[in-house]
C-alpha cells in the first residue's frame, strides 16, 4: 500500500500564509464621522493632520463628552484608552467586514488553486 504523498513545503506556505492573512483588514472608503465610528462598534483607522495614521479596536464615548480610542499597546498585549483630540482628525474610516472577509478568502481560495495546480503538473 502506498503512503499518501506529504507536501510538507506546501503546508508550511499555508499555514504561513494563513496567519498572515488573519490580520487583512479592508476600511470603508466613505469617512465617517467621530459620532458614526463610536456607535460602529468596530475597528477603525483614524487619518490625523500630521500625516499619521492610527488604528484603533473601536472608538467610545465617555460621559464627559470625550471620545477614546481602545487600542492593543505592544506590550503584553493589553488594551489602551488614549484620548482623541478631535481637531487633529482629518479622516476616520470604518472596517469593512464583509470585504475583509471576501478578500482573505479569495486570497485563499486562489492560492490553494494555485498549489494544487502546481502539484497536479
Same mark, same amino acid.
Given at each position: 500500500? $502506498?503512503?499518501?504523498?506529504? !507536501?510538507?513545503k506546501? *503546508?508550511?506556505?499555508?499555514? =504561513?500564509? &494563513?496567519?498572515m492573512?488573519? =490580520?487583512? =483588514?479592508?476600511?470603508k472608503?466613505?469617512?465617517?464621522? %467621530?459620532? @458614526?465610528?463610536?456607535?460602529?462598534?468596530?475597528? /477603525?483607522?483614524?487619518? $490625523?493632520r500630521?500625516? @499619521?495614521? /492610527?488604528?484603533y479596536k473601536?472608538? *467610545?464615548?465617555?460621559n464627559?463628552? !470625550?471620545?477614546?480610542g *481602545?487600542?492593543?499597546?505592544? +506590550?503584553?498585549? #493589553?488594551? #489602551?484608552?488614549? &484620548?482623541?483630540?478631535?481637531?487633529? %482628525? /482629518?479622516?476616520?474610516r470604518?472596517?469593512?467586514?464583509?470585504?475583509?472577509?471576501?478578500?482573505?478568502?479569495?486570497l485563499?481560495?486562489?492560492? +490553494?488553486? &494555485?498549489? %494544487?495546480?502546481?502539484?497536479? $503538473?
Amino acid at each position: 500500500m $502506498k503512503k499518501p504523498r506529504i !507536501h510538507f513545503k506546501s *503546508i508550511a506556505i499555508f499555514l =504561513s500564509l &494563513l496567519i498572515m492573512l488573519q =490580520s487583512c =483588514s479592508v476600511y470603508k472608503s466613505a469617512p465617517v464621522s %467621530i459620532e @458614526e465610528a463610536s456607535q460602529a462598534n468596530s475597528k /477603525v483607522k483614524v487619518y $490625523k493632520r500630521n500625516g @499619521e495614521k /492610527v488604528k484603533y479596536k473601536k472608538i *467610545i464615548m465617555t460621559n464627559e463628552g !470625550h471620545y477614546y480610542g *481602545i487600542g492593543k499597546t505592544k +506590550i503584553f498585549d #493589553k488594551s #489602551k484608552r488614549v &484620548l482623541i483630540n478631535e481637531e487633529e %482628525i /482629518v479622516m476616520i474610516r470604518v472596517i469593512d467586514k464583509v470585504q475583509s472577509s471576501i478578500s482573505t478568502g479569495g486570497l485563499l481560495i486562489t492560492w +490553494i488553486g &494555485l498549489n %494544487i495546480y502546481g502539484i497536479s $503538473k
